[in-house]
C-alpha cells in the first residue's frame, strides 16, 4: 500500500511541504510507504478542453510533468493534495494539476475511485474555507473515500516554516494521517 501527498505551492520547502511530509510520517508509522511530490518548479500546463483524454489511449494531449505523476497516483492507494491559499483560492499551479489529472481519471473510467483522499490547506489568514472546498469538490466527484480529522486540515502561517507553529494545524493533520491510514487498511481488506 502507499500514500502519496502532492504539493501545489509554487514555493519550495514551504508550509504546505511541511504539513504534507507530517500527514505522510503519520501514515508511514502504520507501516504504509509514502512519497511526497512537490509540483515546485514543475512544468505543469492548463488543461486546454481539447477533451482528447475521451478518446481510446486516454492520454493527455499535454506533454508536461503532469504525465509521470498522474501514473504515481494510479498506483496509489492514498492520495493527498496541498495548497497555500493565493487570493481566497488554490493556487493556479494545483488548479491545473486538479483539472488534467482529474478529467484523464474520468475518462478512463474514474480509475480514482475507491482510493483514500483529502486536502490540506495553509493560509497567512483567510479564505481556507472556500479553498477547502474547492479541494473537497475534485476529491468527491471523483469517488475518493474521504475522511476527517480532529478538525478541518487547514493551518495557519505565511512565511516558509511557520505554519510549525500552529499547533493545532500541525495536530489535526497528523490525526488525518491516522484516519487516512486506517481507512486504506479498511478499503483493502
Ligand atoms: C500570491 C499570493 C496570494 C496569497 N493569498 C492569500 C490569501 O488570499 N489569504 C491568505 O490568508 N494568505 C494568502 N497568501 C499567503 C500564503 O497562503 C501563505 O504564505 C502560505 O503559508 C504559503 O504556503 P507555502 O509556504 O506552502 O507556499 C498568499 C500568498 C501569495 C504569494
Known amino acids: 500500500m502507499k500514500a502519496i ?14 504539513l504534507t511530509n507530517h500527514a505522510l510520517k503519520s501514515i508511514a508509522e502504520e507501516g504504509i510507504e509514502t512519497e511526497l511530490i ?4 514543475l512544468d505543469i500546463g492548463h488543461c486546454t478542453g481539447c477533451y482528447a483524454c ?18 504515481k497516483m494510479k498506483a496509489a492507494d492514498g492520495i493527498i493534495l496541498s495548497t497555500p491559499v493565493y487570493f481566497g483560492s488554490a493556487t493556479s499551479l494545483m488548479k ?8 484523464v481519471a474520468r475518462y478512463s473510467g474514474d480509475i480514482f475511485k475507491g482510493k483514500v483522499g483529502g486536502p490540506i490547506v495553509v493560509a ?48 489535526t493533520v497528523w490525526n488525518f494521517g491516522k484516519n487516512m491510514a486506517q481507512l486504506m487498511k479498511a478499503v483493502r481488506k
Not at 512537490?38 to 518548479?41: K, S, V, W
Not at 491545473?96 to 478529467?103: N, V
Not at 477547502?132 to 516558509?160: D, H, P, S, V
Request: aromatic content about 16%; glycine content about 14%; hydrophobic content about 35%.
Open 124 to 171: 497567512r489568514r483567510g479564505g481556507v474555507n472556500f479553498t477547502y472546498a474547492e479541494m473537497n469538490f475534485w476529491f468527491q466527484i471523483l469517488g475518493f473515500f474521504m475522511t476527517g480529522a480532529n478538525y478541518w486540515n487547514i493551518a495557519f502561517g505565511r512565511n516558509k516554516g511557520e505554519v510549525a507553529q500552529d499547533k493545532e494545524g500541525v495536530e
Open 54 to 71: 475521451q478518446k481510446d489511449d486516454h492520454r493527455c494531449v499535454v506533454d508536461d510533468d503532469a504525465w509521470p505523476i498522474y501514473e
Open 96 to 103: 491545473a494539476f486538479m483539472d488534467r489529472t482529474g478529467m
Open 38 to 41: 512537490t509540483l515546485a518548479g
Open 5 to 18: 501527498g502532492i504539493v501545489g505551492s509554487p514555493r519550495k520547502g514551504g508550509n504546505c511541504e511541511f
